[in-house]
């Protein structure tokens, strides 16, 4: 299999070694101009992934290949760039070995370099020397590390260089004869070689061991160890977290370990642990190898959980950190050559993602505007700045944290969903009149539009306050119990874990008097009944949203007590609401529903029947095209409670000609109707992104009767 993690950490985890250190001479080659040719051939769509690939290729191999021969290894590659180590235990590793290695590593670049069309591409090389310390992290997932002084400092120099320059430090200085080389000072102990460099015949690379792939499964996705796609742009979610204060292995165990639940907790793709200029960093991605319907949102959750998660060691340690969070397309494939290569994203909003760290505040998360879109979260826009490397000034946003209160917002009317829309309406007049409703589903695969659908029905129901609607969402990840109904809570007592206790005790309080105080009003037997219980229950909703009181009746229950106690408190608080405004209880991705929170839906079903009370369930099919029914459908019938169930299909042919002139703003040609429908398959969510992609690429051109259109060869 391919050589996707070094030799040495396979021999070293092999061995059950976790922590060491050797002295080695260090060397960061980076590739300057590379993300400007990236950035050309997106346009050209697959043709320009394909190229893209064979031109990595073209580079890297040689490079990894002189890298092994004369007896270094590549911990990572960053990219566009690679750091490599050549252990002092070798004999054979000089630091005018070193020096002749870069000069080499150059040479076989300048063979290449009219390659790149009209793009300028160059090298840059930093050398450095000393003690680096390497590391195996993680407890049931593994990651490792690789730092020091020589591998921050040949980082550093690389950024004092220009192409094709070779720029040492004092530290190699020190360890070569005395006058051998013209030297430039470029920087505070940092030296530009001048002289010409000696090369001797290129060496030949001795055959290295093979990667187990049990071993690399400890320390990457299967998706990656799996890998076996040509390169591709897609869209991608980088993040980029810098550190401070982790200052031993245990720590750095801890700390690692940490991120990479979370990461696995939320289908992210843990890259590696970096030391370089920057200091520590930890490269992630999200929507790559692997690709979700809401990459945005898991990263921001992912980044939400992982501020939680840390907190207490943040405390303890005195730990610092900082991130950025980017959203883009990007050159994603594996990269480097027969003796080494990496799983990779490389692009103009990869390389936006870590400006935004090095930007951010410590403690602090930076995001750009198309991250910020996310209504999930709230964030705050610091201004609009500008980021080397990066074209015009970039509106910037800090995230402040999640907003419970969102709701979502789209633009125009609906497209093809009319009959749908009135099956729906006809079936929520009862509610209206102050009946129960009953029960409806509604179906669909992803990107169908689901949520759109239930959104313009909403809208429609809640007119002029009508009704209330509550969202309880289910989570593909977090199957705590109770969950969607946690998620509600939060809402609907307006608490925020970034805010302090007493801010999130003063809401619960507000908007449980606001409640009392409009039953009170009601002056009815049924309003008297679930006023008692709403206040016996209190300290239970309180409880559920960690808030706590010593001896309430929460702590003086037992497991079983509790569960009973939830379960009822949650009933009573819906049917509270129900009495003051007709209710409609959405269960949203019910597809992912725990086992808890079906039975809580189920015992509401069963108290809900005299109370103006509809209860929407809205699933996606599962892999082998059933559906999700939470509630028994023979109960149902037997109860007579009535149903209604709704299966939004794809979009029919004029319907994408409609989304796609709408989105663009003019007609489109047939030819470009016949690829939305080859390549999306009809799907909203599909033809909303190819559509997104197709602007930001310019792939778009006019005919001279005014008609939108777009080359297929593209987007073969």
């Known amino acids: 299999m391919k050589h996707l993690i070094p030799y040495r950490i396979q021999a070293h985890y092999l061995a059950q070694e976790t922590k060491g250190s050797l002295v080695a001479y260090t060397l960061f080659v980076d590739l300057k101009g590379f993300t400007p040719l990236t950035e050309g051939l997106m346009r050209e769509g697959h043709q320009g992934a394909e190229r893209l690939s064979t031109l990595l290729n073209e580079i890297f191999e040689p490079l990894v290949r002189l890298v092994y021969a004369r007896g270094g290894f590549i911990p990572y590659f960053a990219g566009d760039a690679f750091t490599a180590i050549f252990p002092a235990e070798d004999e ?64 550093f120099c690389q950024t004092l260089a220009e192409v094709s320059d070779i720029v040492i430090d004092g530290l190699l200085l020190r360890q070569l004869p005395n006058d051998q080389l013209t030297l430039e000072p470029v920087g505070e102990d940092a030296y530009r070689v001048s002289s010409n460099i000696p ?82 960093v930890v490269t992630l991605f999200f929507g790559a190898p692997v690709a979700f319907e809401n990459n945005i949102k898991r990263a921001l959750e992912f980044i939400v959980s992982l501020r939680e998660a840390m907190s207490p060691a943040e405390k303890k340690y005195d730990w610092k950190l900082r991130a950025g969070v980017t959203i883009g397309t990007a050159y994603t494939g594996i990269v480097g050559g027969e003796e080494r290569c990496q799983y990779a994203c490389v692009g103009n909003r990869v390389n936006l993602a870590a400006r935004l760290m090095t930007k951010a505040d410590w403690g602090e998360v930076l995001v750009d505007e198309d991250i910020q879109d996310e209504r999930a979260f709230r964030f705050l826009h610091t201004g609009n700045i500008k980021y080397k490397g990066i074209k015009g000034n970039v509106p910037t946003y800090k995230l402040l944290g999640r907003n419970f209160n969102a709701e979502p917002t789209y633009s125009g009317t ?204 809205v699933a996606r099919y599962s892999d082998d095209g059933s559906k999700t029914y939470p509630l028994s459908t023979k109960h149902l019938a037997k109860a007579k409670v009535p149903v209604l169930e709704v299966a939004l299909e794809n979009l029919p042919k004029p319907a994408v000609r409609q989304f796609a002139e709408r989105q663009l703003g003019g007609p489109i040609t047939s030819s470009f109707l016949a690829l939305l429908l080859r390549t999306t398959n009809s799907n909203p969510f599909y033809l909303e992104q190819m559509l997104e992609y197709f602007v930001e690429s310019g792939l778009i051109s006019q005919t001279e009767q005014g008609e939108l259109l777009i080359e297929d060869e593209h987007v073969k």
């Open 199 to 280: 090369i001797s015949n290129f060496p030949v690379p001795l055959p290295g061991e093979d990667i187990l792939p049990e071993v690399a499964a400890a320390f990457l996705p299967e998706a990656i160890v799996n890998y076996k796609q040509e390169g591709e742009f897609r869209p991608v979610v980088s993040i980029f977290i810098g550190f401070e204060n982790v200052n031993d292995h245990d720590q750095l165990n801890l700390f690692a370990d940490i991120i990479l639940q979370q990461t696995i907790s939320f289908s992210g793709y843990f890259k590696e642990i970096d030391f370089g200029d920057k200091g520590g």
């Open 414 to 617: 609906i497209i093809a969903r009319d009959s749908e829309l009135a099956q729906v309406n006809a079936f929520s007049q009862p509610l209206l009149l102050g009946k129960s409703a009953g029960v409806a589903y509604v179906f669909g695969e992803a990107g169908v539009g689901k949520s759109r659908f239930t959104y313009e029905w909403r809208q429609q129901l809640t007119t002029n306050a009508a009704a209330q609607w509550f969202v309880c969402q289910a989570d593909q990840i977090l199957h705590k119990p109770f969950n969607p109904f946690l998620y509600f809570l939060l809402n609907y007592f307006d608490q925020s874990p970034e805010e302090a206790e007493i801010t999130n005790r003063a809401n619960f309080q507000a908007q449980f008097q606001r409640l009392l105080v409009a039953l009170a009003a009601k002056d009815s037997p049924q309003a008297s009944l679930i006023i008692r219980e709403l206040e016996r229950t209190r300290p239970i909703l309180a409880a559920l949203l960690d808030l706590h009181d010593e001896d309430s009746l929460w702590e003086q229950l037992d497991a079983k007590g509790r569960y009973q106690n939830t379960i009822g408190a949650i009933i009573n608080l819906f049917l509270a609401e129900s009495l003051l405004r007709p209710l409609v209880v959405e269960m949203e991705d019910a597809q992912w529903l725990d086992d808890s929170s079906t039975e809580l839906l189920q015992e509401l079903q069963r108290a809900a029947v005299t109370y103006p009370v509809l209860l929407l369930i």
């Open 92 to 155: 054979r590793q000089t630091a005018e070995g070193l020096v002749q290695t870069a000069a080499m590593a150059r040479a076989l670049f300048e063979r290449r370099k009219n390659r790149f069309g009209n793009f300028t591409i160059g090298l840059k090389f930093g050398l450095s020397y000393g003690q680096v310390d390497w590391g195996i992290v993680g407890n049931q997932d593994k990651t490792f590390y690789y730092s020091g002084t020589p591998i921050e400092n040949c980082a």
